[in-house]
């Protein structure tokens, strides 16, 4: 069975630090770019970040000069560092991975809480 695994959501004060890990259970084969997606209540799922095996990243305009993404390919891995955390970031993260042959495959989200 496919899983992906998202985990380090929590609560953080405006203007924290948050890193967000994702880790895919390897069964998943030929994957391509994995991507970062947040939804706030109320509000449409966004992508806000990816990277692709060849190390080319995308950002939103929202979190560009805020987040990072880094992969780590041997361990099935993503992650995604935030900076300077506004509460209008607080939403569940998802993570996916997209295979070359169009499969999309998701986590489970983890929550996100910028809050004082």
């Known amino acids: 069975q496919v899983q992906l695994v998202e985990s380090g959501g929590g609560l953080v004060q405006p203007g924290g630090s948050l890193r967000l890990s994702c880790v895919h259970s390897g069964s998943i084969s030929n994957v391509d770019t994995m991507d970062w997606y947040r939804q706030a209540p109320g509000k449409q799922r966004e992508l806000i970040a990816g990277i692709a095996t060849s190390g080319r990243t995308h950002f939103a305009d929202s979190v560009a000069d805020r987040f990072t993404i880094s992969r780590d390919n041997a361990k099935n891995a993503v992650y995604l560092h935030m900076d300077s955390l506004k509460p209008e970031d607080t939403a569940v993260y998802y993570c996916?991975?997209?295979?070359?042959?169009?499969?999309?495959?998701w986590g489970q989200g983890t929550q996100v809480t910028v809050s004082s």
């Open positions: 996916s991975a997209n295979t070359y042959d169009d499969i999309t495959y």
